[in-house]
């Protein structure tokens, strides 16, 4: 029977078909260091891994035993694919799943900023809330204004509908070659036209080097000072810094963020801003979503154990 590791535990059904088909270990002991991983690339015939798993390249220079990457998330930045194809390993992902309840978590942390929720759910806790108050956490308008979209993918098209549809707003995007969009949107020449013509900017644009800092100090220097910034899509696309001094400075209102540069590591200047709403990577995080992610990293290793080309390899 081929040996599996799944890196961190996943739904259950899943895991019970999994064990059906291999012998299978479950990873338990938090976070996997590189020698973790090129241990584990000796050791298994097969790997689940998810984000945070960094499969660099020198992790695949010893020996490999391994010849399966399934991959649980659509961003795949923590493998370098071009190592593990070097290597005979074959690595997958898991799109499509994930569009909707991460498109979903994007308007939440639009919504959130803009209406100030996380200020407001602090002070009530806090035990300091003093009753109504007619200038009391005065935050932004949605509906009606205009949303800019970094990366128009399918996550990117989905919460361009959502907020066209759902908030009339009119939607520009910038993307890295043209697009034709089933959603009313204007794509732009530049990220910087972009950032300046929009109120609240949404990041959604694929990890890895191409991407790294995308959205750096002269990106955000583009937009209004009323500017609302959104990042769903991965840390590392974004200067960290240059936000945490945009929003210290009062140059753009606020901002939202489900992912950060050094996961799980937030900086304390970040944690300390009242103008941003936090997340802890949430935006895969439904009992249906994580299945079904599940799911499909385990049906492409099944697929290569049969014999046939899983169905969303990426290298």
Same mark, same amino acid.
């Given at each position: 029977?081929?040996? !599996? ?12 078909? +999994? ?173 910087? +036209? ?47 810094? +240059?936000?945490?001094?945009? !929003? ?6 606020? +901002? ?13 200047? !970040? ?45």
């Amino acid at each position: 029977m081929l040996k !599996l590791l799944i890196t961190r535990p996943i739904a259950d059904p899943v895991l019970d078909q +999994a064990r059906r088909l291999f012998d299978v270990t479950v990873h338990t002991k938090g976070a996997m260091s590189e020698k973790d991983c090129a241990d584990a690339l000796a050791t298994y015939d097969a790997i689940l891994p998810t984000l945070g798993n960094p499969f660099t390249r020198d992790v695949f220079a010893g020996d490999i035993r391994c010849k399966m990457l399934g991959n649980f998330g659509v961003g795949y930045n923590h493998i370098d694919t071009q190592a593990a194809a070097a290597a005979g390993v074959i690595v997958s992902n898991t799109p499509d799943v994930l569009t909707d309840a991460t498109a979903d978590i994007a308007l939440t942390l639009l919504l959130a900023t803009a209406r100030r929720a996380g200020e407001g759910e602090r002070l009530v806790r806090s035990g300091a809330w003093g009753g109504f108050d007619g200038k009391g956490l005065m935050g932004t308008h949605v509906t009606g204004k205009t949303l800019g979209v970094i990366g128009m993918g399918r996550i990117g098209q989905a919460i361009a509908a959502r907020c066209h549809y759902g908030f009339g707003m009119d939607v520009v995007f910038h993307n890295r070659s043209p697009k034709v969009t089933t959603v009313p949107a204007t794509q732009l020449d530049s990220l910087h +036209a972009v950032m300046a013509a929009a109120d609240f900017v949404v990041v959604a644009t694929p990890g890895g080097a191409d991407t790294t800092k995308l959205i750096d100090a002269d990106a955000l220097a583009q937009m209004k000072p009323s500017g609302i910034f959104i990042n769903i899509s991965r840390g590392e696309v974004v200067d960290e810094t +240059a936000l945490i001094d945009a !929003l210290e400075a009062g140059q753009i209102t606020g +901002a939202g963020l489900d992912v950060y540069e050094n996961e799980p590591h937030v900086p304390a200047r !970040l944690r300390a801003l009242e103008n941003c709403v936090l997340l802890p990577h949430l935006g895969s995080a439904t009992d249906e979503t994580r299945q079904a992610m599940a799911q499909m990293a385990l049906d492409n290793i099944i697929a290569w154990s049969e014999g046939r080309d899983p169905p969303q390899r990426v290298n």
